[in-house]
């Protein structure tokens, strides 16, 4: 009698543990549906998040990155970020944005940091060790790409 009834207990945990799971899926697509928490990604990490709640609490930034085209998008990183943690970013966000409307694309990331470099206020961001604050990036600071295509022919007349 007692193997009947953890029989029942195991068939009924696992039926309990998918309606618990269903409940927790449903919960979490209504809230992110939410128009309150719409600059959370549909697939949010745990690392999102983190910088989400800090941008709430004062301890993140968002940056409104200009490009080229001259649309823009924001991004969000720490106040403490390096030029390298905004590239990260930047990079995760074009890509989410890219996926969403046109599928699977591949951009090559090599290319684009070769050829193009982030500035704030005419200054490049050149050194991915060197903190956005040193450059005068804030909460609500906009940086636009640059390209280096005129830089390099600069370098190369001499």
Known sequence: MESGAKEEEKVMGYNSKNVKKAALHSTLT???????????????SLSDVDTLINLELGSAMCISILKLDGTSFDVAVMNSATVKDLKLAIKKKVVELEQSKMGHRHISWRYV?????????????????AALQGFGVRNNSQVHFFTLYCLKRFWETF
């Open 30 to 44: 209504a809230l992110l549906d939410d128009p309150i928490l719409a600059d959370i990604p549909k697939k949010p």
């Open 113 to 129: 940091w070769a050829n193009f470099c982030l500035a704030h206020h005419n200054e490049k961001l050149l050194d991915d060790g």
